[in-house]
């Protein structure tokens, strides 16, 4: 059951957010694997087994072992430093480092007391600032650190000098000291840097997003001014007149307000003109613009079959539909790299398909209790056609949409009575500004990614 909840965990996860947890983690187990290695295996021959060489050496260990602790908890605050996220607190860098001083201390004295070989002494040298220099590469520019590392070297030296190491173990160990500290920067520095380009990208692609529904908000805007300014202007004036007419009892005022309302009306129409053609969906351009946004999600998409230009424009509109729906879906859940999407038409019907592997194995994929396969298969529904989603088997997830020819070849989409109220046009034109959260053609796969994320 625990392993089936962290893959269920690790699959809700974005490819960058799993390359981030990647990333975090093989950093944290850096230092226990330096311990193992380093700090472990010089108690097997390297040690000499005496009451006091096996002391200092046991407490050395535990010293280490906390210092692996104290990484750990460090490495997350140390990341989001280093991304500029938030500041690491000064504080937490202070017991760090005082038992990186403790390590030296005590392997200065094992050396003093001739308890341990030159070889061991080496690689508890190396091990001693490996948990405090994972954390550290990630806080100094690469110069700070480059000459914190000289500094611990030569303190490395100083302290072994003390104890009595002899000219020749000291320039082993101001190499290795400083080879440390090297180590830890060319492991540490580079994967931070990765992941803190891609997270730049990540959010570069937002604001892409962001400025696509924004201009998408701005055309809308526009062309409901250029559709309605001069003529709102022409009513306003044309009422004053009226009033002044009727006022003094003039019979014209009747023939400005006929006039009003034939402009009214011809403003209405000129709406749901707008409306109506903001509201379709180019099924071609749809199909290029899923498969554009797909393949620069790194999932693989092939459209098979027919183009659809040759289906009535009700059936173009709606499958159009369908087919961003259906890629918002594919970005959205499980883990895909392949998806497949498949038009084939005959004398009677119209049939797409959507096809995607790595659907969650819980379901999540499967969108039917969401709102947006409800809306298509409502738009489905007035074409007599119909909407089936969820698993195909072996961890495929598949969408198809049919819609019978039968009739739609001479069927108009609804219009609006010519005599309808003003309501009715509120009412098309605030549903077109909450579709405006999608934007149709090319630039949708951009805000279906923003909505992923």
């Known amino acids: 059951m625990l392993v089936r909840g962290w893959r269920h965990a690790w699959q809700q996860r974005s490819k960058l957010e799993r390359i981030d947890l990647y990333s975090r983690m093989?950093?944290?187990?850096?230092?226990?694997?330096?311990?193992?290695?380093?700090?472990?295996?010089?108690?097997?021959?390297?040690?000499?087994?005496?009451?006091?060489?096996?002391?200092?050496g046991l407490t050395l260990l535990i010293v280490s072992i906390v210092q692996c602790v104290l990484s750990n908890r460090n490495v997350r605050p140390s990341f989001e430093h280093y991304l500029g996220a938030s500041v690491f607190p000064r504080r937490r860098r202070l017991p760090p480092l005082t038992l990186v001083l403790v390590s030296l201390g005590l392997l200065s004295v094992l050396a003093g007391v001739d308890g341990v070989s030159d070889a061991g002494l080496l690689l508890m040298l190396i091990n001693t600032p490996m948990a405090f220099a994972t954390t550290q590469?990630?806080?100094?520019?690469?110069?700070?650190?480059?000459?914190?590392?000289?500094?611990?070297?030569?303190?490395?030296?100083?302290?072994?000098?003390?104890?009595?190491?002899?000219?020749?173990?000291?320039?082993?160990?101001?190499?290795?000291?400083?080879?440390?500290?090297?180590?830890?920067?060319v492991s540490v520095r580079p994967s931070a840097w990765s992941l803190s380009v891609m997270w730049q990208a990540e959010e570069a692609r937002d604001l892409q997003a962001r400025l696509a529904v924004a201009e998408e908000r701005l055309r809308f805007g526009r062309d409901m001014h250029d559709v309605l300014g001069r003529n709102l202007a022409v009513i306003a004036l044309k009422s004053e007149l009226a009033a002044e007419l009727a006022q003094r009892g003039r019979p014209e005022a009747v023939d400005q307000m006929v006039e009003v309302q034939r402009i009214a009306r011809t403003s209405q129409q000129e709406v749901r003109d707008v409306v109506r053609g903001y509201r379709e969906a180019d099924l071609s351009t749809e199909l290029a613009g899923a498969r554009g946004v797909l393949s620069a999600a790194g999932i693989e998409c092939e459209v098979r079959g027919a183009t659809g230009g040759e289906l009535p424009a009700p059936v173009q509109a709606a499958l159009g539909w369908v087919v961003r729906e259906a890629a918002t879906n594919v970005l959205r859940h499980g883990d895909p790299r392949r998806c497949t999407i498949r038009l084939g038409a005959s004398a009677d019907e119209v049939v797409l398909q959507v096809e995607n592997d790595g659907a969650a194995a819980d379901g999540a994929a499967d969108g039917s209790g969401g709102s947006g396969l409800a809306g298509l298969r409502e738009r489905l529904r007035a074409l007599e056609g119909s909407l089936d989603a969820g698993p195909a088997g072996n961890g495929l997830f598949r969408l198809t949409a049919t819609i019978p020819l039968s009739g739609t070849r001479t069927r108009t989409p609804p219009r609006t009575k010519p005599g309808a109220g003003a309501e009715d046009t509120e009412t098309a034109a605030g549903a077109a500004s909450e579709e405006a959260r999608v934007v149709p053609g090319p630039a949708a796969p951009t805000t279906l990614r923003e909505e992923r994320r």
Do not use: Y
């Open 26 to 56: 093989t950093i944290s187990a850096m230092p226990w694997f330096f311990v193992l290695a380093w700090q472990v295996a010089p108690f097997k021959s390297d040690i000499h087994h005496e009451p006091l060489p096996l002391a200092l």
């Open 137 to 185: 590469a990630l806080l100094v520019p690469v110069r700070a650190f480059l000459l914190q590392s000289l500094a611990f070297a030569a303190l490395s030296v100083g302290a072994l000098a003390a104890a009595g190491a002899r000219n020749g173990l000291l320039g082993g160990v101001a190499l290795t000291a400083f080879f440390g500290c090297a180590l830890i920067l």
